[in-house]
Nanobody, 121 residues
Framework: QVQLVESGGGSVQPGGSLRLSCAAS????????MGWYRQAPGKQRELVAV???????KYVDSVKGRFTISRDNAKNTVYLQMNSLKPEDTAVYYC???????????????WGQGTQVTVSS
């Protein structure tokens, strides 16, 4: 089994900051990439940021310059530092990992349970 557990969501005023964390655990052989997605009410889930092993980080245009993704490979953990938050950043944020299990041949996508981020005055 592989589990992704998120933490760090909450409510903040516009212009504020939050830091999300996501730790992967279980019978993990390797992690190819970790990232964050979000889903606002009535909208489709969208990619926020992804950090593959290549180091070629990608961000959705709307968060560039405000959000920073980082990884701690020793801890199988990915972080999302969110600064200058806007009301339109309000969503449930999901951690994602492209992970190969011990004894497995292929890698699969795994998801966290989601954490709510609310930006409101």
């Amino acid at each position: 089994q592989v589990q992704l557990v998120e933490s760090g969501g909450g409510s903040v005023q516009p212009g504020g900051s939050l830091r999300l964390s996501c730790a992967a655990s279980g019978n993990i052989l390797s992690i190819n990439a970790m990232g964050w997605y979000r889903q606002a009410p009535g909208k489709q889930r969208e990619l926020v940021a992804v950090f593959p092993n290549s180091g070629i980080i990608k961000y959705v245009d709307s968060v560039k310059g405000r959000f920073t993704i980082s990884r701690d490979n020793a801890k199988n953990t990915v972080y999302l530092q969110m600064n200058s938050l806007k009301p339109e950043d309000t969503a449930v944020y999901y951690c994602n990992g492209n992970i190969r299990r011990i004894g497995g041949i292929f890698s699969y996508e795994y998801w966290g349970q989601g954490t709510q981020v609310t930006v409101s005055s």
